[in-house]
């Protein structure tokens, strides 16, 4: 789902290109937030929370509150509603908390 | 409403004060009352690294810390409170050495420690990086590392000394700050607060970096200054590292929790005293900077948080603990420089015997504040 007009926004969108969700060829514009791209692809669970691996959404928006922590090309821990959409990109659900490269 | 009299008041909900109360409410002591000014652990209590350790260079903060590692080791079953959330955690700390002159400091430390029973042991940079493995082991001359060193849960060890107190009669007074300190005939008579007087004669002084302002109240000068320390913290990650990884020549501390994030904090040698507890970006990029040289992959940490909290120093970087020569019935347990929190199980069982007119089961003498009279101090040096 994509709001295509609105009273006060103007959307700039960037070039259609194609990125990886779990193994799966989507589509989205280039710039545009993951998260953006994925929610209007239908996807709505984006983490799950470490205690009790409950499934997580879009909420914040901002980069605050960690609930779209997600692997972007190998990365763990993007915050995807504040990651720029690029060409290619593969995008994974997150098991666990992340791995630093040690 | 506020109790018109007490046997004991004590001053300050940190985790001395709530241990104290509970030790002396054990052992049958009437009527303890607890006041504090904010909330329970809104003082230092909240605000520290949580670590445990028994790595000390002198032989006092070596005992204490070594006897409250043994009372923590088994806390949820004498407080009642579950484990889970005590957390306390036994994987070792690691300290880094880099220089001459520190090494010589930590063979001094680590045969003072063996000689008490303390399993510490000076470890090569080899064996250092077997520890941790992102350790960066460039210009390390070696380590030392004691593995029943750790840590544990602040807010939850308060909770449970406090619930352990009240559910033995103690009460406790959030949100009543302290006005003065009602003397007759050189001793104490009542505590005044915001909230009404407390009668009482005798008088626990737990209150951390404010506790100079508690002693002035009734007329006593005690060299404990309040000093600014800054602490941030991670998003959390798979747990990579077990010890708590220490450097003096750095000033820095970086702790990995059980849940994930990593806890970072360093000292500024220039921190003014004062009761600031602002936080600063200047910290924020000088811890990092010191963070990635000592412990490299942690580059790719976000920093989620940061605050500041206040050590309570005394001259020796040792407790002061004891009743005042001048004011009968005015005890201090402040002055704790940054290691409060770790000691604070034994320091209060012995406080509370000191309260009640018992001769504590280890003598404490020496850590009353006469000893900054004589000139005679015994500093501790491994203070970050």
Same mark, same amino acid.
């Not at chain 1, 990125?19 to 791209?37: H, K, N, Q, T």
């Not at chain 2, 003072?112 to 941790?132: C, F, T, Y």
């Not at chain 2, 700050?177 to 001793?187: F, Y």
């Not at chain 2, 951390?208 to 913290?233: D, F, K, N």
């Given at each position: 789902?994509?709001?295509?007009?609105?009273?006060? @926004?103007?959307?700039?969108?960037?070039?259609? *290109?194609?990125?990886?969700?779990?193994?799966?060829?989507?589509?989205?514009?280039?710039? =545009?937030?993951?998260?953006?791209?994925?929610?209007?692809?239908?996807?709505?669970?984006?983490?799950?929370?470490?205690?009790?691996?409950?499934?997580?959404? #879009?909420?914040?928006?901002?980069?605050?509150?960690?609930?779209?922590?997600?692997?972007?090309?190998?990365?763990?821990?993007?915050?995807?509603?504040?990651?720029?959409?690029?060409?290619?990109?593969?995008?994974?659900?997150?098991?666990?908390?992340?791995?630093?490269?040690? | 409403?506020?109790?018109?009299?007490?046997?004991?008041?004590?001053?300050?909900?940190?985790?001395?004060?709530?241990?104290?109360?509970?030790?002396?409410?054990?052992? %049958?002591?009437?009527?303890?009352?607890?006041? =504090?000014?904010?909330?329970?652990?809104?003082?230092?209590?909240?605000? $520290?690294?949580?670590?445990?350790?028994?790595?000390?260079?002198?032989?006092?903060? $070596?005992?204490?810390?070594?006897? !409250?590692?043994?009372?923590?080791?088994?806390?949820?079953?004498?407080?009642?409170?579950?484990?889970? @959330?005590?957390?306390?955690?036994? &994987?070792?700390?690691? #300290?880094?050495?880099?220089?001459?002159?520190?090494?010589? /400091?930590?063979?001094?430390?680590?045969?003072?420690?063996?000689?008490?029973? *303390?399993?510490?042991?000076?470890?090569?940079?080899?064996?250092? &990086?077997? /520890?941790?493995?992102? @350790?960066?082991?460039?210009?390390?001359?070696?380590?030392?590392?004691?593995?029943?060193?750790?840590?544990?849960?602040?807010?939850?060890?308060?909770?449970?000394?406090?619930?352990?107190?009240?559910? /033995?009669?103690?009460?406790?007074?959030?949100?009543?700050?302290?006005?003065?300190?009602?003397?007759?005939?050189?001793?104490?008579?009542?505590?005044?607060?915001?909230?009404?007087?407390?009668?009482?004669?005798?008088?626990?002084?737990?209150?951390?970096?404010?506790?100079?302002?508690?002693?002035?109240?009734?007329? *006593?000068?005690?060299?404990?200054?309040?000093?600014?320390?800054?602490?941030?913290?991670?998003?959390?990650?798979?747990?990579?590292?077990?010890?708590?990884?220490?450097?003096?020549?750095?000033?820095?501390?970086?702790?990995?929790?059980? %849940?994930?994030?990593?806890?970072?904090?360093?000292?500024?040698?220039?921190?003014?005293?004062?009761?600031?507890?602002?936080?600063?970006?200047? #910290?924020?990029?000088?811890?990092?900077?010191?963070? $990635?040289?000592?412990?490299?992959?942690?580059?790719?940490?976000?920093?989620?948080?940061?605050?500041?909290?206040?050590?309570?120093?005394?001259?020796? +970087?040792?407790?002061?603990?004891?009743?005042?020569?001048?004011?009968?019935?005015?005890?201090? +347990?402040?002055?704790? !420089?940054?290691?409060?929190?770790?000691?604070?199980?034994?320091?209060?069982? /012995?406080?509370?015997?000191?309260?009640?007119?018992?001769?504590?089961?280890?003598?404490?003498?020496?850590?009353?504040?006469?000893?900054?009279?004589?000139?005679?101090?015994?500093?501790?040096?491994?203070?970050?």
């Amino acid at each position: 789902m994509r709001i295509e007009k609105h009273p006060i @926004l103007e959307f700039q969108k960037g070039a259609k *290109i194609k990125f990886l969700f779990d193994g799966r060829e989507l589509e989205g514009y280039a710039g =545009e937030p993951v998260a953006a791209a994925l929610h209007a692809a239908g996807v709505r669970v984006l983490s799950h929370s470490h205690s009790h691996n409950r499934p997580r959404g #879009f909420w914040c928006a901002i980069g605050h509150c960690s609930s779209c922590n997600m692997r972007v090309n190998g990365v763990p821990n993007i915050r995807v509603c504040i990651e720029p959409l690029a060409e290619g990109m593969v995008v994974e659900t997150q098991k666990g908390r992340g791995r630093l490269d040690v | 409403m506020i109790k018109s009299s007490a046997q004991v008041v004590i001053i300050g909900g940190g985790i001395m004060g709530a241990a104290i109360a509970y030790n002396l409410a054990r052992k %049958h002591c009437r009527e303890v009352v607890l006041v =504090e000014k904010n909330y329970l652990t809104s003082g230092a209590t909240g605000r $520290c690294g949580a670590g445990i350790r028994q790595q000390w260079g002198t032989e006092m903060n $070596c005992l204490l810390s070594q006897k !409250s590692v043994k009372i923590f080791e088994n806390l949820p079953e004498e407080l009642d409170y579950p484990a889970v @959330l005590i957390a306390f955690k036994q &994987k070792g700390y690691l #300290f880094l050495i880099y220089t001459g002159t520190e090494m010589e /400091l930590f063979k001094r430390n680590v045969a003072l420690q063996n000689r008490l029973g *303390i399993p510490s042991r000076l470890v090569s940079p080899r064996e250092a &990086k077997d /520890l941790v493995n992102h @350790l960066n082991t460039e210009k390390l001359l070696g380590g030392a590392y004691c593995p029943s060193d750790g840590h544990a849960n602040p807010f939850h060890v308060t909770q449970a000394y406090a619930k352990a107190a009240k559910r /033995l009669g103690v009460n406790v007074f959030t949100n009543t700050g302290v006005t003065g300190i009602l003397k007759d005939r050189g001793r104490v008579a009542g505590v005044a607060t915001e909230r009404g007087v407390i009668k009482c004669e005798t008088v626990v002084n737990c209150a951390g970096g404010h506790a100079g302002i508690i002693a002035a109240m009734a007329g *006593i000068s005690l060299p404990v200054y309040p000093e600014r320390r800054q602490v941030m913290v991670s998003e959390p990650v798979d747990r990579i590292q077990d010890p708590m990884v220490i450097s003096l020549t750095h000033h820095l501390y970086i702790q990995q929790q059980p %849940h994930g994030p990593f806890i970072m904090g360093m000292g500024d040698p220039n921190e003014p005293r004062s009761f600031n507890i602002k936080s600063g970006w200047r #910290f924020v990029v000088e811890t990092a900077r010191a963070v $990635c040289t000592v412990l490299p992959p942690l580059k790719d940490l976000r920093i989620v948080r940061q605050w500041a909290g206040l050590y309570d120093m005394s001259p020796d +970087a040792q407790p002061v603990l004891g009743e005042s020569p001048e004011v009968k019935g005015f005890y201090t +347990a402040a002055g704790f !420089s940054g290691h409060g929190f770790m000691i604070a199980p034994y320091t209060a069982k /012995l406080m509370a015997q000191s309260v009640l007119g018992e001769k504590p089961e280890m003598d404490i003498a020496m850590l009353n504040y006469h000893r900054f009279a004589s000139g005679e101090l015994v500093l501790e040096p491994a203070v970050v």
